[in-house]
C-alpha cells in the first residue's frame, strides 16, 4: 500500500523587496528537480497542444473502488513515487451518475494535468459481460437520453478548459455493454463503396456521431474526442475491425487504443511490441494526420515473468518504435479476480518495477506538463 504523505504549506511571509528580486532571479536561472518549467499561459480559452517532439506522460492512479473517485492526494503520491508530474490523468465518467464530474475536473486541473474522461453510457453496478442497459444504442438514437447528454454539454462549456474525451471506449470487444457483438454484430445490413455495412459497427458508428454532434451543438468547443478502440478485435472476425466502427474524421480528434501485457494468471507473456505493432499500424491506417495515445497500458506482476523488462522495454519502445504516439496512459490498478487471484498492474508492484518506470519516465521525452494555445 503506497503510504500517504500530507502536504504543509507555509504561511505567506513578507520579504524586503530586493531579497524577493534576489529570490526570484535565482528561481528562474534554476531548475526545479522532476518538474519542467511551466509556461505562462495565454490569456482566453485555451486548446490543449500535442506535442511536436516527445509524448505527455499520463495514468489512472488506483482511487479505491471505482473509476471516478479522484483525490489530489492520490495524485501528489503517485508523482512522488514515480518522480514525475503527470500531464494527464484518466477517470471514469459513467452515465449511471448522470452528471458532470465538476468537482473531479477542478481537482485534476488543480493538479495540472488535462483530464482524459471515460464517458461511458454503462448503468450500475457497472459489471462487464452483462449486455445491454438503459442507456442503450438504440434509446440513445432514439432521443431518450438528450436531456442529460445537453446538460453534460452545456456543463463541459462552462467548466471551459482543455479535456479529452473517449466516448463508446473498446466497442470492439465483448466485455461492455455498447460493444457492436451486442446490436447485430457482423450481420450485413448493406454496402458502400462496394464494401460490406455490419449492424454492429454502424449502430455504434451512428450513436458516437449522434452525441458528438448534440455536444458540439451546445457549444462544448473544448473537448478533444478520441476513437478509443480495443488493440484487438473479440470475436477476432472481419466484421469487428476498427474501420468498420470509424465514425468518420471530422468527428475525431486523435486515435487512441487500450494495449496491455498478461493481466491474468493463465494468461501467456508478452511484451508491449508483441500486442501493438498491429493495432498501431491499423489505427494510424484510419486517418493519416491525427495525433495517436495509448489511452491504457499496463502489465500484471507474475513472477517469473519479468514486470520491469516490460515496463523498461515498453517506454523505450513507445519512444522510438511509435512516432504518432503524442502520450501514453499507465493503468496503475490492483484488483482480485472471481478466482481469488489478484492482477496487480501497479508501477509498484515490485520494487524492480516500480524502478524501471522511474527511470523510464525520468527521460526528457515524456513531457510532464501539459501545453497550451489560445482557441479559436
Known amino acids: 500500500m503506497i503510504a500517504r504523505h500530507s502536504v504543509l504549506r507555509p504561511l505567506p511571509l513578507r520579504i524586503p523587496l530586493a531579497l524577493c528580486l534576489t529570490l526570484c532571479l535565482a528561481t528562474l536561472l534554476g531548475c526545479r528537480q522532476n518538474e519542467e518549467p511551466i509556461a505562462a499561459k495565454p490569456p482566453g480559452p485555451l486548446a490543449l497542444v500535442m506535442p511536436a517532439n516527445g509524448a505527455y506522460t499520463g495514468a489512472y492512479v488506483d482511487f479505491g473502488e471505482g473509476e471516478c473517485q479522484v483525490t489530489y492526494e492520490a495524485l501528489t503520491d503517485f508523482e512522488e513515487m514515480t518522480g514525475k508530474h503527470l500531464a494527464v ?34 448503468d450500475k453496478p457497472y459489471e462487464e459481460m452483462r449486455g445491454p442497459d438503459r442507456f442503450n444504442l438504440n434509446d440513445i438514437l432514439a432521443g431518450k437520453w438528450d436531456a442529460y447528454i445537453d446538460q453534460w454539454a452545456d456543463d463541459v462549456r462552462q467548466y471551459g478548459k482543455p479535456l479529452l474525451v473517449s466516448w463508446g471506449l473498446e466497442m470492439n470487444g465483448l466485455w461492455f455493454p455498447w460493444s457492436g457483438e451486442f446490436y447485430g454484430g457482423g450481420s450485413q445490413v448493406g454496402e458502400k463503396d462496394g464494401k460490406p455495412l455490419y449492424a454492429g459497427p454502424e449502430i455504434v458508428k451512428r450513436a458516437y456521431r449522434y452525441v458528438v454532434d448534440r455536444v458540439r451543438a451546445r457549444k462544448a468547443d473544448n473537448i478533444l474526442w478520441g476513437f478509443h478502440t480495443n488493440h484487438f478485435g473479440l470475436p477476432q472476425a472481419a466484421w469487428n475491425a476498427m474501420a468498420n466502427y470509424w465514425p468518420g474524421a471530422d468527428y475525431v480528434d486523435w486515435l487512441g487504443f487500450s494495449v496491455y501485457g498478461k493481466m491474468q494468471h493463465d494468461d501467456d507473456w508478452s511484451m508491449l511490441h508483441n500486442n501493438m505493432d498491429a493495432a498501431y499500424q491499423e489505427i494510424c491506417q484510419l486517418d493519416p494526420d491525427k495525433p495517436v495515445i495509448v489511452a491504457e497500458w499496463g502489465v500484471g506482476e507474475f513472477p517469473p515473468n519479468d514486470k520491469a523488462e516490460f515496463i523498461s522495454q515498453g517506454l523505450q519502445e513507445l519512444k522510438g518504435r511509435y512516432p504518432r504516439v503524442k502520450a501514453a496512459v499507465y493503468w496503475h490498478e490492483r484488483w482480485e479476480n472471481p478466482d481469488g487471484s489478484f492482477s496487480n498492474l501497479r508501477v509498484n508492484s515490485s520494487p524492480e518495477a516500480l524502478a524501471a518506470y522511474r527511470a523510464g519516465i525520468a527521460d526528457p521525452y515524456w513531457i510532464a506538463w501539459p501545453q497550451f494555445r489560445p482557441r479559436p
Open 89 to 122: 490523468v484518466a477517470f471514469g465518467n459513467f452515465w449511471g451518475e448522470e452528471r458532470f464530474p465538476k468537482k473531479i475536473m477542478d481537482i485534476v486541473t488543480g493538479y495540472g494535468a488535462v483530464p482524459l474522461l471515460f464517458w461511458s453510457p454503462w
